[in-house]
């Protein structure tokens, strides 16, 4: 039926336009965290870029700082005066932390720095020993730079350039640092007089460097030839190395760098180590050629965003869960208003019909009498029954509407005195006798002397619903117990029929309101499905209970009535 005050009310379009709005806003909320993730996913490549680059940015500055190094050692070699370069060397050696041993050598004479009187010195026979084949004339020495002296044309001192042969994957940046001028040279406090004579204007030397292992260490060696004669030293490589570190930046809690020799043992370590940690993420690159079979070795532990994406995804599916769930009360509310609205409907028609039924007996049989025809003594006596009968019916039908209306605004009075419970139930069966009649069913009563306190109206209301409903469902049993009992501080009332019963599914559903079971049976029977709701209000509403099952056997239905009221 469809409703004047729901004129466009469609629940089918309802369901079809909310399941549409939950598919849209699902497959918003899967696709906002997908981007999510994948916006992550390219931070977190763009940070092991960053990483990466932070890598190649330390290996260039630790080579340039390398190289910068050697060359500050062989430029000052270079400077040595020929005619007191055992001197100049010696002196070096003792003023210079990173010069290990210094050495002066012949093409003719062989080894002449260190002489036949240091051999005592341990040291110096490492070093002979160390370089051995070198010295003896086995190896050759290794032509990597070449220096040029060219006299300026304003007479002041020589400008250098430097050719590095050796240095070829070192960017240009670090090649152009080599190109000295005498303002560079002044600033590193460098001696700016070489060994040339008043009419000579090019003067050749020959220099390089030598990386030199001997028991997987790593030595240096630098060296300079001026004619047949090749001097240099060989680097403090701890000294050498103390001051690259310097050249490492301090690192962030979840960074580390490794500085790795040619033993691939740690020899210095900036940051915490990360290698047991999860989700550590390694980068290698390669001193070579600055320190030969050198690396560093950078770890780095990502910022996690599981979170940031889990607090985005929660986010998104609590908001997707209010927004289904008020979609889903929407509909349960719409649909339980319309369904409230058709049962209200059905009940003004139903008390349209139950009233309009008694008062079409009452006045078909009141006309019957008025006609003052002669009318047998006994068919009198039916008339006047069936108004009577009529009447009770409709007085029972008004009450429950007034009821009804009462409960629901909260109104209904309650009148609470002392009463014997046995006289009540008897006056009630009394007033209910010719309905019982009617329907040829045998009354029962069994219950003591039992004093109360509660609400008269309430108790006989509630009866004569349930007399009512036995007449109207179950008079094929003929039979209607009543049995009062006492447990603990309760006084229990059970009313016992032997209709069909009532099927389990539909128990529950009884005390509902405008709810009347669907079955053969109930459709033989008018009624507006208030009798049962009413009662259980009224009861509910005084402290006490009523419930309903069928019967062990099967037969019947029993409903038990609870009381709470003071006793005698």
């Known amino acids: 039926m469809q409703l004047n005050y729901l004129p466009n009310m469609n629940i089918k379009k309802l369901y079809i336009y909310s399941a549409l709005t939950v598919i849209a806003i699902t497959a918003l909320s899967v696709f906002s965290i997908r981007a999510i993730r994948m916006e992550e996913d390219f931070l977190r490549h763009q940070e092991q870029l960053n990483k990466e680059r932070e890598l190649t940015i330390l290996t260039e500055q630790v080579k340039l700082y390398a190289e910068t190094t050697r060359q500050d050692v062989l430029l000052g070699l270079q400077n040595i005066n020929f005619n007191t370069m055992e001197n100049d060397l010696i002196r070096r050696q003792n003023k210079d932390p990173l010069i290990r041993n210094v050495f002066i050598w012949n093409d003719q004479k062989g080894l002449s720095y260190p002489r036949d009187f240091f051999r005592g010195s341990r040291e110096k026979l490492e070093f002979i020993n160390r370089y051995k084949a070198l010295l003896e004339g086995k190896i050759k020495w290794q032509k990597d730079n070449e220096i040029q002296v060219i006299k300026a044309p304003n007479k002041k001192a020589a400008q250098y350039k430097i050719v590095s042969n050796a240095l070829e994957d070192v960017s240009q940046s670090i090649s152009e640092r080599y190109v000295l001028n005498d303002n560079a040279l002044q600033q590193r406090g460098q001696v700016q007089s070489y060994y040339q004579s008043p009419d000579t204007q090019n003067i050749k030397m020959e220099s390089g460097w030598i990386p030199w292992f001997d028991g997987n260490r790593l030595y240096q060696l630098i060296w300079v030839r001026r004619g047949s004669t090749v001097y240099g030293a060989e680097i403090e490589q701890m000294n050498f190395i103390a001051t690259l570190i310097t ?15 040619g033993s691939n043992e740690v020899f210095h370590q900036a940051g915490k180590s990360l290698s047991k940690k999860k989700n550590t993420h390694k980068f290698v690159n390669s001193l070579a050629p600055a320190l030969p079979h050198w690396e560093i070795q950078y770890e780095f532990i990502l910022p996690s965003h599981n979170k940031r994406v889990s607090s985005s ?26 369904i409230d609205a058709l049962q209200k409907s059905n009940f003004v028609s139903n008390v349209s019909h139950e009233l309009k039924t008694p008062l079409t007996s009452i006045r078909m049989y009141a006309e019957l009498l008025a006609a003052k025809k002669e009318i047998p003594s006994d068919k009198q006596e039916k008339y006047v029954s069936v108004i009577i009968n009529e009447s009770q019916r409709l007085t029972r039908l008004v009450n429950n509407v007034l009821n009804f209306s009462r409960l629901d605004r909260g109104q209904h ?25 009617l329907s040829e069913i045998e009354t029962i009563i069994s219950c003591p002397e039992i004093e109360i306190e509660t609400d008269r109206d309430v108790i006989e209301q509630v009866l004569i619903n349930l007399i009512d409903n036995t007449c ?48 053969s049976l109930t459709d033989k029977a008018e009624g507006v499905g208030l009798g049962l709701s009413i009662c259980q209000q009224l009861l509910s509403a005084m402290n006490a209970s009523i419930r309903c099952q069928n019967r062990q056997n099967g037969t019947g239905t029993s409903f038990k009535i609870e009381l709470n009221g003071r006793t005698k």
């Open 247 to 261: 050249s490492f930046p301090k690192m962030s809690e979840n960074t580390s760098c490794k500085l790795i020799n």
């Open 472 to 519: 109207k469902y179950a008079a094929e049993g003929k039979s209607l117990e009543i049995l009062v009992a006492q447990e603990s501080s309760k006084t229990i009332i059970e009313i016992l029929d032997k209709g069909p019963g009532i099927p389990e599914k539909k128990l529950k559903h009884i005390f509902t309101k405008f709810y009347q079971a669907d079955s």
């Open 413 to 437: 009075k309650y009148s609470f005195q002392m009463l014997r419970l046995d006289k009540l139930l008897e006056e009630i069966i009394d007033s209910q006798q010719m309905i019982l009649q």
């Open 313 to 338: 995804s929660l986010i998104l599916i609590l908001l997707l869960i209010f927004i289904v769930g008020g979609i889903f009360m929407l509909i349960f509310q719409t649909r339980k208003s319309y």
